[in-house]
Nanobody, 118 residues
Framework: QVRLVESGGGLVQAGGSLRLSCAAS????????MGWYRQAPGKQREMVAI???????NYADSVKGRFTVSRDNAKNTVYLQMNSLKPEDTAVYYC????????????WGQGTQVTVSS
């Protein structure tokens, strides 16, 4: 059984910062891509940032220059440092990982709410 557990969401004023963490646990042989998606009310889930096992990154245009994704492979953990937050960043943020365990599958965290007040 593989689990992704997120932490670090909350309420912050516009211009502020938050750091999200997500740790994968369970029967894990290897992890390929890890990253973050988000879903705002009434909108589809969208990719925010992805990082490969080798450290290559990909960001949504809307967060480039403000968000930084990183990972600690030894801890099976991915992070999202969010700076210069805007009200439009308000959403539920979901951790994602492509994991090879007993099966190869995509796994998702339970989601953490990020609210940016203006």
């Amino acid at each position: 059984q593989v689990r992704l557990v997120e932490s670090g969401g909350g309420l912050v004023q516009a211009g502020g910062s938050l750091r999200l963490s997500c740790a994968a646990s369970g029967s894990i042989f290897s992890i390929n891509d890890m990253g973050w998606y988000r879903q705002a009310p009434g909108k589809q889930r969208e990719m925010v940032a992805i990082i490969s096992s080798g450290g290559s990154t990909n960001y949504a245009d809307s967060v480039k220059g403000r968000f930084t994704v990183s990972r600690d492979n030894a801890k099976n953990t991915v992070y999202l440092q969010m700076n210069s937050l805007k009200p439009e960043d308000t959403a539920v943020y979901y951790c994602y990982a492509h994991i090879r365990g007993y099966y190869i599958n995509d796994y998702w965290g339970q989601g953490t709410q990020v609210t940016v007040s203006s």
